[in-house]
């Protein structure tokens, strides 16, 4: 890896603004989910259902 220590500053100070970030979101109420590029789809939609809490079964269209 070129640039070791370039890059160890980069992704600290990333992970500081994230942090910072999501504080103040949720200091604001806002439930922060972080789904990154790599992650299948399923897994993140299973993530953010479950930071929504787990709604209880629902019809969607059609007759009852």
Not at 15 to 32: C, F, I, K, M
Not at 33 to 60: F, K, M, N, Q
């Amino acid at each position: 890896m070129r640039n070791a220590a370039a890059w160890a500053a980069k992704i600290a100070a990333n992970v500081a603004r994230d942090r910072d970030t999501d504080s103040r979101l949720d200091e604001e109420g806002w439930r922060v989910v972080r789904i990154w590029s790599h992650e299948a789809v399923d897994d993140a939609a299973e993530r953010v259902i479950e930071a929504l809490g787990r709604p209880t079964a629902t019809r969607v269209g059609g007759s009852s």
